[in-house]
C-alpha cells in the first residue's frame, strides 16, 4: 500500500521560505513520478510541481516557476519542495502526489495516491 506523508508546512510572512517534504513507502520509489498540488480554500485541487523518476525533468505552474523548487531523494524515499518568496497567494493546503504509471508530464493532470495535506500559511 502506497503511503505519501507530508510534513514542513507552517505559518510564514510574506517573501519568507519554507521547505516541505514528503516521506514515501509501500512501492519502489525511485520508479515513479512524484509531484505537489495544492488546495486553497474555496478552490478546486490544482497542479504545482512535479518531477521525472529520476529528478531529471520536472515542471511547474506559472503561478510559482521561478519561486519553488522540486527535487528527490531516491536514497531516502523522500520529496522535497522548497518554497521561496512565498506570497499571500500561496496559502493552502499541499499535497504529495504520485500515480501508477506514467510520466511527470502526466501527473500534472490526475494522480492516483495522495498524501493527507500539510497547511501552508503565508501572510501579508
Known amino acids: 500500500q502506497v503511503q505519501l506523508v507530508e510534513s514542513g508546512g507552517g505559518w510564514v510572512q510574506a517573501g519568507g521560505s519554507l521547505r516541505l517534504s514528503c516521506a514515501a513507502s509501500?512501492?519502489?520509489?525511485?520508479?515513479?513520478?512524484m509531484g505537489w498540488f495544492r488546495q486553497a480554500p474555496g478552490k478546486e485541487r490544482e497542479f504545482v510541481a512535479t518531477i521525472s523518476w529520476n529528478g531529471v525533468t520536472s515542471y511547474y505552474a506559472d503561478s510559482v516557476k521561478g519561486r519553488f523548487t522540486i527535487s528527490r531523494d531516491n536514497a531516502k524515499n523522500t520529496l522535497y519542495l522548497q518554497m521561496n518568496s512565498l506570497e499571500p497567494e500561496d496559502t493552502a493546503v499541499y499535497y504529495c502526489a504520485s500515480h501508477s504509471a506514467g510520466s511527470a508530464y502526466d501527473l500534472r493532470l490526475s494522480a492516483d495516491y495522495w498524501g493527507q495535506g500539510t497547511q501552508v500559511t503565508v501572510s501579508s
Open positions: 509501500g512501492r519502489t520509489f525511485s520508479a515513479y513520478a
